[in-house]
C-alpha cells in the first residue's frame, strides 16, 4: 500500500488535523458565503459580525465550523426557499468537497486500490472527529456505517443534509466516479448515519 496514506492513518498528530481542518473549514464556508453574497449578502454580514477567528483546541474549531456552516444554511435556506436552497448548497458543497478530494488525492498520490480509498477516507473524517466502517457486500460497493461524529450535536438535519453533499464530493475527488450515498442521519434521529459507496467497476483493486 501506498507509504504515504498508510503513515498518515498510524499518525496525525494535532498540528496537521489543525492544518486539514483548516482547508476543509474554509473551502465549505466559503461555497457557502458566495450563495450568501449573492442570495442574502445582509444576512451574511450579521452572521460574521457574530462569528470570532476559529482558534483554540481541535474541538473547539471543530464546533466553531459547524456553527458556521449551520448558520449559514438556515440563512441560505430562508432567503432562496428550502427546496432551492438545499439545492444550491448541495451543489456548492459537492463541488468544494470534490476538489478538496482531488488536492488529498494529488499529495497522498492515491492509487486505484480500493483499500487505498477507503484509508484515506478515514484519514479526512478523523480530522472532522467522524468515525466509520465500511464493509464490502459486493463487487465495488460497500456498506459506511458512521457511529460517531462530532459535529453532529450541532448540526440541524437540513445543514447536516447540505453538508454530506460535500462528503459526496469529497469520495468523487478521491477517485473518480465514485459515488457515496447518504440514507440515514444522526441528525434525523437515527442511531447513525448510513451511506452506500459505489466504485466504478474494473477500476480499482481490493487489495493492498
Same mark, same amino acid.
Given at each position: ?41 445582509? $444576512?451574511?454580514?450579521? /452572521?460574521? &459580525?457574530?462569528?470570532?477567528? %476559529?482558534?483554540? *483546541?481541535?474541538? +473547539?474549531?471543530?464546533?466553531?465550523? @459547524? ?74 460497493? $460497500?456498506?459506511?456505517? /458512521?457511529? &460517531?461524529?462530532?459535529?453532529? %450535536?450541532?448540526? *440541524?438535519?437540513? +445543514?447536516?443534509?447540505?453538508?454530506? @453533499? ?43
Amino acid at each position: 500500500m501506498n507509504p504515504r496514506i498508510r503513515l498518515a492513518a498510524l499518525i496525525l498528530p494535532p498540528w496537521t488535523i489543525r492544518r486539514e481542518l483548516r482547508r476543509i473549514d474554509e473551502a465549505t464556508t466559503c461555497a457557502l458565503d458566495l450563495l450568501l453574497e449573492e442570495r442574502a449578502p445582509e $444576512a451574511l454580514e450579521a /452572521i460574521r &459580525r457574530e462569528e470570532g477567528r %476559529r482558534a483554540g *483546541s481541535v474541538t +473547539a474549531r471543530r464546533e466553531g465550523m @459547524a456553527r458556521a456552516h449551520d448558520r449559514r444554511v438556515a440563512a441560505l435556506l430562508e432567503a432562496a426557499g428550502g427546496e432551492e436552497g438545499m439545492l444550491l448548497a448541495r451543489r456548492a458543497l459537492f463541488e468544494a468537497g470534490a476538489s478538496l478530494g482531488e488536492e488529498a488525492r494529488r499529495r497522498l498520490r492515491l492509487g486505484r486500490k480500493d483499500a487505498e480509498l477507503l484509508l484515506a477516507a478515514r484519514v479526512l473524517y478523523r480530522v472532522l472527529g467522524i468515525r466509520f466502517r465500511a464493509e464490502w457486500d459486493g463487487p465495488g460497493a $460497500a456498506c459506511v456505517r /458512521i457511529d &460517531r461524529c462530532a459535529l453532529a %450535536r450541532i448540526y *440541524s438535519p437540513e +445543514a447536516c443534509l447540505a453538508l454530506s @453533499a460535500a462528503d459526496e464530493g469529497v469520495v468523487a475527488g478521491l477517485r473518480p466516479g465514485a459515488r457515496l450515498r447518504f440514507a440515514e442521519r444522526m441528525t434525523e434521529g437515527k442511531r447513525c448515519c448510513l451511506a452506500r459507496l459505489e466504485l466504478p467497476q474494473g477500476d480499482g483493486e481490493k487489495g493492498r
